[in-house]
């Protein structure tokens, strides 16, 4: 249900149930806040989820915003849900949207999908972009992973992309995404800047999603 409509069906149960006053407008409130979380929010990391960092990319670059984004996808994720569990997997993705906050604040951090983030540097810059993606990996280096006592290396691979040449939001991602499978060919540790000419590996078991090897989602 769009959140429009549960916007709509909290108010009008709200105001059968309680009639009227102040308290009637102090609920209201505090359900319109918490629909606007629930909506906005990843559940899980507390961080924006993707439709909230597509709706700000996208507005961002229809003001004609220069910025960078930052694609960040955790390597070997599904081997930390096997070998650890399905809860040490949830606390790495907290651990890691935590790590990214750090780094990128005040840019926003954003879920886009499974183990993916996304950073959206407003007014960024390409210079900006690369400082932040070294920064979260100088971040993640030395604050080590640790699920109940237990060390558990986490790393994470990450493209950069600016918006030199395109408004378009999903042109921008595909080229962090590609970035960010160049970043995991080189395994080194070190961020990848989209480059003309870049181009997605070929899909294994392992690394096809959905939404890869075409211009937009």
Do not use: C
Request: aromatic fraction near 8%; glycine fraction near 6%.
């Amino acid at each position: 249900m769009a959140f429009t409509a549960l916007l709509v069906l909290a108010v009008a149960l709200q105001a059968i149930t309680l009639g009227g006053g102040h308290l009637v407008f102090v609920r209201l409130r505090y359900t319109i806040a918490a629909l606007l979380y629930r909506a906005t929010t990843d559940n899980l990391t507390g961080v924006p989820n993707r439709e909230e960092a597509e709706k700000h990319l996208t507005a961002r670059l229809a003001n004609g915003t220069a910025l960078g984004v930052a694609f960040v996808d955790i390597d070997d994720f599904k081997a930390i849900n096997d070998t650890y569990s399905h809860h040490a997997g949830d606390a790495a993705l907290r651990y890691v949207a935590a790590r990214l906050n750090e780094a990128a604040n005040p840019y926003m951090v954003a879920r886009y999908s499974g183990d993916e983030f996304l950073i959206i540097l407003d007014d960024g810059g390409l210079y900006v972009a690369e400082v932040i993606a070294q920064t979260v990996l100088r971040r993640i280096e030395e604050n080590p992973f640790v699920y109940f006592g237990k060390p558990i290396p986490i790393k994470v691979s990450i493209g950069v992309a600016v918006a030199d040449d395109t408004n378009n939001p999903d042109e921008l991602l595909r080229r962090a995404d590609h970035a960010m499978y160049q970043a995991k060919r080189n395994n080194d540790m070190n961020p990848v800047t989209w480059m003309p000419g870049m181009t997605m590996p070929e899909p294994t078991t392992e690394t096809r999603r959905t939404f890869r090897d075409a211009p937009t989602r």
